[in-house]
């Protein structure tokens, strides 16, 4: 039986999980670009792009130790396919309210909370 830590592989479930994650990295900071990108595109006004950008960076500082304990207490894999489920729910509404031409502010102020949130 060959041990796949020697010959300088982590194995098939690490790279899953890296490739998982590095998928999801790149969706955030897609996201990150898209959102205010797209609130500029509603509006003229600096502040409401700035409220957007910082909508989804503000769950960072608000959630990040509670989820934390959250986290190092409860079933990882369940918490991570719950808010992932979310994270797609909201990124699927969001999508649903580009094609309708409803977006606005606030909404994708909330957008921006509940996905970074989900980060």
Do not use: E, Y
Not at 80 to 102: K, P
Request: net charge positive.
């Amino acid at each position: 039986m060959t041990d796949n830590t020697t010959h300088g592989h982590l194995g098939r479930s690490f790279n899953a999980l890296w490739l998982s994650s590095a998928i999801s990295t790149l969706g955030d900071g897609l996201r990150n670009a898209a959102l205010p990108l797209l609130t500029a595109a509603i509006t003229n006004n600096p502040f409401a792009v700035s409220a957007v950008a910082f909508s989804g960076q503000l769950p960072w500082l608000l959630t990040s130790i509670v989820a934390g304990a959250i986290a190092d207490r409860a079933d990882r894999r369940k918490i991570m396919w719950t808010v992932d489920v979310i994270r797609a729910g909201t990124v699927l509404t969001l999508t649903v309210l580009v094609f309708a031409s409803m977006p606005t502010i606030s909404l994708l102020c909330l957008i921006g909370f509940v996905v970074g949130a989900g980060q």
